[in-house]
């Protein structure tokens, strides 16, 4: 490792996307200090995720580059631009969601844009230092946005929780690096992976990477790491809640996606083992705690639980298609749960937020469209034709087959009949009891940035279902060869 | 007897399974937060005596300086939301913070 180097001018270039996204909330913040103005803080953030966008795709066809343990390349790029993506329509849905709850609301902003630069860093990182260092930078964001509203009690309760889990979970992931460290005397990737290559498996590695496991299953919310998530999802704001269901959990599943690629450690029967239970349990009792469930956020909470085990399945048939597969589904998983805490977030008053199921008792005699969007919402999340959630769990299942994990598939077809339950049981609320008198408040009338996001998400939802192959086509180039 | 590898393990391993001890059993936000330190530091622990005994080189100690700003980083948010439930419920046991349930 030399550290004399100077850095020049294309490898500035190539971080551009990220030094966006460090320089954008920086600059904010002086200028929020120096005037407050929500409207400008909203369309400045805008602005730098936009200006990541744009500087993600000028860079996407260089060639990999490494630097300060951190890897830009096609796989990084891509997901860093659809973090920032998934940044554009929380952002637009956030406007009008802290218009109507919060007193102060242009700090949201900036850390918003930190947690996305965490995510992108993880997915980037090829040195454990740096995974860490960024999985914090998402995490400490991630803190203050969940109890960002701090007159909530809910919210503050979440945020407490949260902390605590969180860091302890950062801990064990710390704990577990600390023991792969002292078998390999390494921290990056490819020194870890070469020297495995020699050495093999020992009892301390496994143990290591069992706990870098428990630290990244934590981040994901796979059983038995799950007990935050139900809490956190219902006390947090549903715009934070979406970030915490796509961005956060993406970063991680990129991460790990990288880790394993660099680091062969799906080669261990001990580990893909773990990862075979965790996945299996995941999905069973995901499912399951969300077929009792009257709160819509909570109902959210225990089926992100099940999906992210069906990512667990591409996962495990790693070199088989299966994390291309990863990918397109949490792509497709990303559309969809936007499109479901857009909802909540849209519909929900200062009073409180629209997370009963029994508030959309009705709702299509009162807001059609809203009721239609709902509806393809539910249906991309039970995994029904032409939507993006049926295409992301075809994908899945043909990485599954090919790698022969005959039992997870077999546990896969059960659990999506489950779903399908549960995620139907909320249409039909929709569609049923005409005469509901109960009002649903818009705060705006007319064409708001909320419905924007929440249009753009529908057609991604679409897009995805009806023609997967572009987006698959890209998601292949991007693999980490 | 010569100080070795074991007994640094043997420390993290003590400084460990007391902060999850106490971040399990306590009931005051703070003493949750300290407990929080002590796992961390635990690790610290770890990434020092293996970077001197094991890797032999600089990387163990160039983590262990990240986590130790981090866990400040950490402790500053954490400290903050614990004054906001003091602000909300006039008390930081964490036992009676449980609103949210289902």
Known sequence: MTMNKIITTQELLQLMPFLLMLAGPVILLVIIAIKRNHLFSWFFTLMTFAGVLVTVIANFQQLPLNIAMLTVDKFSLLYTGIFAIVGIVITLLSHNYLEKTSDHKEEFYLLLVFATLGSSLMVASNDFVSLFLSLEVLSVSLYSMIAYLRNQDRAIEAGLKYLVLAAMSSAVLLFGIALVYFETGALSYAAIGAKLGKTGFTPYLVAGFAMIIAGAGFKMSVVPFHWWTSDVYQGANSPVTSFIATVSKGGMVGAMIRMFTIIPGLENNAVVLVLTIIAAASMFLGNILALQQTNLKRLLAYSSIAHLGYILIAFISFGNGGTQAATFYLLAYFATTLGAFGIIAFLSTSEGEAENISFYKGLYWRKPALAAFMTLVMFSLAGIPLTSGFVGKFFVATSGVKADLWVLLFFLAINSVIGVYYYLRVVVMMFSNKDNQVETIVCRKGVSAGMIALVFVAVMILYLGVYPSGIMELIQKSAIN | ?102
């Not at chain 2, 003590?14 to 902060?19: A, D, E, K, R, V």
């Not at chain 2, 635990?42 to 005994?53: E, G, K």
């Not at chain 2, 954490?78 to 289902?102: C, P, S």
């Open chain 2, 1 to 102: 007897m010569e100080i070795g590898l074991t007994h640094y393990l043997v420390i993290s391993a003590i400084l460990f399974s007391l902060g999850l001890y106490g971040i399990i059993t306590r009931k005051h936000a703070i003493m949750v937060l300290m407990g929080l330190e002590l796992v961390l530091n635990a690790a610290n622990i770890n990434f020092i005596a293996f970077a001197r005994y094991g890797g032999m080189n600089i990387e163990g100690h160039i983590a262990a300086i990240f986590v130790i700003i981090l866990a400040a980083a950490e402790a500053a948010i954490a400290l903050a939301i614990v004054l906001n439930i003091y602000q909300n419920f006039r008390h930081v046991n964490i036992d009676e913070v449980d609103d949210l349930k289902g």
